[in-house]
């Protein structure tokens, strides 16, 4: 997929933008850059299949907001959360930092290369339905390694575990999130092991 050439919101994402900016005070709508750059890659994944934010995208949210273009460049390049080109159907994204890699990180980054066909981090897999990005602490330690799948964790990922959900997204189903493992929310494996019985008043 190549760069845009042109970019306006739709009726679903104009819908919301006079909600967000009037959050914020007269001559502070500037503070609207973030949630309008995700309106933006939301509206692109709809669209296209794609969740992105063309530069014609970052260049409209300039003007809506009176901002320099380049301010809005800054923003949307500084965040992981924001992708500046075409992702693919399903954007994987790996945790690798210290608690994840303590938990198993690299076998999930292995699996998702040998199952995708991806080499390198940044890269689409040839069918253009994956692809696989290295990011920072995604705040779900408890539960590392976590494999995030667009805006979904998935968590307690192994390899098998990994392989099972890539199988099921490339046949177009979204397992449920939340632990592979069967954890109660961020409780130790095999369930809680305090406050099990309540006495008896």
């Known amino acids: ?21 009037a959050k914020y005070p007269p001559g502070r709508q500037a503070s609207a850059v973030l949630p309008l750059l995700d309106l933006a890659q939301r509206q692109m994944r709809r669209t296209s ?3 992105w934010v063309p530069r014609v995208a970052m260049d409209v949210i300039a003007a809506r907001l009176d901002m320099a273009p380049i301010r809005v460049y ?14 693919g159907k399903y954007h994987l994204q790996v945790c690798t930092t210290t ?15 040998r199952a995708t066909g ?6 689409t897999s040839e069918d253009g339905l994956f692809t696989m990005t290295e990011v920072e602490c995604l705040g779900a330690c408890v539960n590392a390694p976590i494999l995030q799948v667009d805006d979904d964790f998935y968590e ?10 890539i199988d099921a997204l490339r046949r177009g189903e ?15 494996e095999g369930g809680p092991t305090t406050l099990l019985d309540v006495p008896a008043e």
């Open 49 to 51: 299949g794609s969740a």
């Open 1 to 21: 997929m190549n760069e845009s050439a042109t970019f306006a919101f739709d009726a679903e994402s104009e819908d919301q933008i006079a909600t967000i900016i």
């Open 156 to 165: 307690d990922m192994d390899a098998a575990r990994t392989q099972a959900l």
């Open 118 to 123: 991806i080499s390198k981090w940044g890269e």
């Open 174 to 188: 979204k397992p449920a999130p939340g632990s592979m493992a069967g954890r109660q929310g961020s409780a130790p």
């Open 99 to 113: 608690p994840c890699w303590l938990r198993g990180s690299d076998e999930v980054t292995a699996t998702c290369r």
């Open 74 to 87: 800054e923003v949307a390049t500084f965040y992981f959360m924001f992708n500046t080109k075409p992702v």
